[in-house]
Antibody
Framework: EVQLVESGGGLVQPGRSLKLSCVASGFTFSNYGMNWIRQAPGKGLEWVAYISSGSSYIYYAETVKGRFTISRDNAKNTLYLQMTSLRSEDTALYYC??????????????WGQGVMVTVSS | IQMTQSPSLLSASVGDRVTLSCKAG??????LAWYQQKLGEAPKLLIYNANSLQTGIPSRFSGSGSGTDYTLTISSLQPEDVATYFC????????FGAGTKLELK
């Protein structure tokens, strides 16, 4: 059974940093691209960042570019999101999601339960 | 690409045929997925490539559409289908609709 379990969230002051983790199980983690997607309270979903299976390709949403860093450790089956210079608008539930990427498909087939990040003084 | 879902709230009875709409701001070439999110749970993939049913999803769920207009249909609503449904385009990066909340009448 595919499982994605996020951790590392919490309450943090504006301008500070936080690192999220997502531990994967039930599939060969190193074969899949992975993403972070967030959902602000009462808002829709927003894609945040992507990393390819071997970390060769990394992309970010404009709203987090230069502040967030996505990375992975395939030996530990773990995806990370290092968040710096946090702002109140980064307050959200952060999901990790596995990506299916083929010639004609590019979607997220499994999601974790999410971890809450609250940026407030 | 902006994704607009309608209605934002839908009330229906068990056994009803339910139709949810998703409109893209430009042609997305059928690069559309539908997700179901129940309260407190992770989103679940239902449909990809506009009309392909994800493995394990009941056949009462179906997707259709082309160009800018897409539809998720539940042929016979079941109590366990109460959830919020999101569409997502992947023609140009990734954007999601705001969701349709489906409740029982």
């Amino acid at each position: 059974e595919v499982q994605l379990v996020e951790s590392g969230g919490g309450l943090v002051q504006p301008g500070r940093s936080l690192k999220l983790s997502c531990v994967a199980s039930g599939f060969t983690f190193s074969n899949y691209g992975m993403n972070w997607i967030r959902q602000a309270p009462g808002k829709g979903l927003e894609w945040v960042a992507y990393i390819s299976s071997g970390s060769s390709y990394i992309y970010y949403a404009e709203t987090v570019k230069g502040r967030f860093t996505i990375s992975r450790d395939n030996a530990k089956n773990t995806l990370y999101l290092q968040m710096t210079s946090l702002r109140s608008e980064d307050t959200a539930l952060y999901y990790c999601a596995r990506q299916i990427l083929t010639g004609s498909s590019d979607y997220f087939d499994y999601w974790g339960q999410g971890v809450m990040v609250t940026v407030s003084s | 690409i902006q994704m607009t879902q309608s209605p934002s709230l839908l009330s229906a009875s068990v056994g009803d045929r339910v139709t949810l709409s998703c409109k893209a701001g430009q042609n997305i070439n059928n690069y559309l997925a539908w997700y179901q999110q129940k309260l407190g749970e992770a989103p679940k993939l239902l449909i990809y490539n506009a009309n392909s049913l994800q493995t394990g999803i009941p056949s009462r769920f179906s997707g259709s559409g082309s160009g800018t207009d897409y539809t998720l249909t539940i042929s016979s609503l079941q109590p366990e289908d109460v959830a919020t449904y999101f569409c997502q385009q992947y023609n140009s990066w990734y954007t999601f609709g705001a969701g349709t909340k489906l409740e029982l009448k």
